[in-house]
């Protein structure tokens, strides 16, 4: 099985010290998870391109962007363009999530197929294939520093059931709550990539909490 990825997550930085909160995590983040938001999809505001372009540019690991964005047909693409690694969009905010996930091949970047707490995994088994990454919400998206809900991990395990007796190359990302406590338990239920917000950002020392979740997240 794969690797265990960490990505710490942006959210929790000290946004006026953006730079410096990305060299934080320095090269101990396998990814750096950037959460877009938009006030529509979720009643939060966080930032846009042009924000997450500088991020891009001062960042020595990929850029793994989060959009809780209304519209993502509209705006994907631009993440793409400004250098994003992966690309992850709301299920609930895309009426063709595979056009969309082949648009942003085409444009060179990963697919990313993001699930909201309420929102059940079944009716995306099926297009698995066009997907690098699904992204399953451990809290109900839109703000950080909320208690990990257990009961979602259930979509985990059918996701990675799907995965692996379909044989596609795919991460599987949790998001929400994950910390040295929680962490075992969603890489037992099957998650390879792991956003970590509070848990990162609220350390003393963020590459120490990074290498921390690692080893529990390889245990
Ligand atoms: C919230 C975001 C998360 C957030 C997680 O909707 O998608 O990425 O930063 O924060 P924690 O790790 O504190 O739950
Ligand atoms: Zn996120």
Redesign the pocket.
Known sequence: SNRPLIAP????ADFARLASEVERVGDDADWL?V?V?DNHF?P?LTMGPPIVKAIADVSRVPLDC?L?IEDPKRWALGYAELGAYNVSFHAEACDDPVGLARDLRAAGTKAGLAIDRDTPIEPYLGMLGEFDTVLI?T????????A?IPELLDKVRLLRNARDSGHVELRIEV?????VDTIAAAAEAGADAF??????Y?ADDPAEAIRRLRALAEA
């Open positions: 997550s942006l959210l929790s998870h959460d938001m979720v939060n989060h809780m919400m809290i109900k998206a839109g703000f950080g520093g909320q990990f998001d929400g709550g994950i910390a956003v970590a917000g509070t848990a990162v609220g």
